[in-house]
């Protein structure tokens, strides 16, 4: 995690979020998924809030874009969603601001991290409008710390990543997407 840092946040969080992609692949802390296998939205779970009452937002972000080396457009927003209700992470129950799209990392830019980050919520949020998983707009130079200050969230609680880089799936993505 230490590598998500500064480019994302200030600190790494103290725990660690499990995010399950189809056939049980899981997320590890920088391990490399393919674009193929993370193109639908995954299983998220954390068990650090049982017995109390919360809201949570999980945010996912790309700070690779285009390339490590030039992220122009850091951060890419890959999926957000806000008023999560409970203590377990079920993004459904919750407001998406931005549909979940799997990576899609540019042919020959190496690997990119998309990370996850789960904020516990002092308040709701009130933002209405829901971006897509059909459009790119809204969703480049995304930024996580400003977000997180314009909603009072404070530091992730917890977080976790994964590295991928561009595979025979990623044109097939690209045409589903517009902006």
């Not at 969080?13 to 391990?31: M, R, S, W």
């Not at 700070?63 to 850091?74: G, H, L, M, S």
């Not at 806000?82 to 690997?111: E, M, Q, R």
Request: glycine letters at 8%; hydrophobic letters at 35%.
């Amino acid at each position: 995690m230490d590598d998500i840092v500064p480019d994302v946040l200030d600190a790494v969080p103290a725990d660690t979020i499990t995010v399950i992609y189809v056939d049980d692949l899981e997320v590890k802390q920088g391990n490399e998924l393919t674009p193929t296998q993370v193109k639908d939205q995954p299983i998220v779970s954390w068990s650090g809030l049982e017995g109390k009452s919360n809201l949570l937002t999980l945010l996912m972000v790309d700070p690779d874009a285009p390339t490590r080396q030039d992220p122009k457009y850091r951060e890419i927003l890959h999926w957000s969603v806000v008023n999560i209700p409970g203590s377990n992470v079920d993004p459904s129950g919750g407001h998406s601001l931005a549909d979940y799209v799997g990576s899609g990392p540019p042919k020959d830019t190496g690997l990119h991290r998309y990370i996850f980050l789960l904020y516990q919520q002092e308040n709701k949020i009130e933002e209405t409008p829901t971006i897509s998983n059909t459009t790119r707009t809204g969703r480049l130079n995304f930024n996580t710390r400003d977000f997180a200050a314009k909603h009072g969230l404070g530091e992730p609680i917890a977080a976790n990543y994964y590295q991928a880089q561009y595979d025979d799936y990623v044109p097939i993505r690209n045409k589903m997407i517009v902006g």
